[in-house]
């Protein structure tokens, strides 16, 4: 099972790293910087179609950029978004062609990436949120 990771960059506000394709293939998230008019630095995302480049969805929420800011998909080309500042989000094409957040509420009985459950077990408060890895199949 692969699951793309991004971490937050430093650097230039109008570059980030290389976008990261979603398991289908069928979509690329994009993570970039911007700066209020206060001078706070923030990140976002957007979602591209793949195929097209057409940009399909650009998330309203933002991230202070001083706080760990992590981005994943999981096998179900759901967007996750963990910051070590508010926690972990989760976005997703419902219906297809419409992306908006998970209420927290469902997205807490989901599995999470692995990079997730593993940042969570290193608090005690939050260990066991999400279920265990599953154990490997005996060869």
């Not at 998230?29 to 911007?34: A, N, P, R, T, V």
């Not at 976002?44 to 179609?49: A, E, G, L, P, V």
Request: aromatic share 12%; glycine share 8%.
């Amino acid at each position: 099972m692969l699951i793309a990771l991004a971490a937050v960059w430093v650097g230039c506000p109008d570059k980030g790293p290389a976008p990261l394709t979603s398991p289908s293939g069928r979509y690329q998230l994009h993570s970039f910087q911007e700066v209020d008019g206060r001078g706070a630095r923030w990140v976002r995302f957007r979602i591209t179609d793949a195929t097209t480049g057409n940009e399909v969805f650009t998330c309203p929420e933002r991230w202070l950029h001083g706080h760990r800011t992590e981005f994943y998909w999981d096998e179900q080309d759901r967007a996750w978004v963990l910051s070590s500042d508010v926690g972990v989000s989760v976005w997703a094409a419902t219906p297809p062609g419409a992306w908006g957040p998970i209420p927290q509420e469902e997205a807490e009985r989901l599995m999470p990436p692995e990079p997730i459950r593993k940042y969570h077990d290193r608090f005690p408060s939050l260990r066991g949120k999400w279920p265990a890895t599953p154990a490997p199949a005996p060869r």
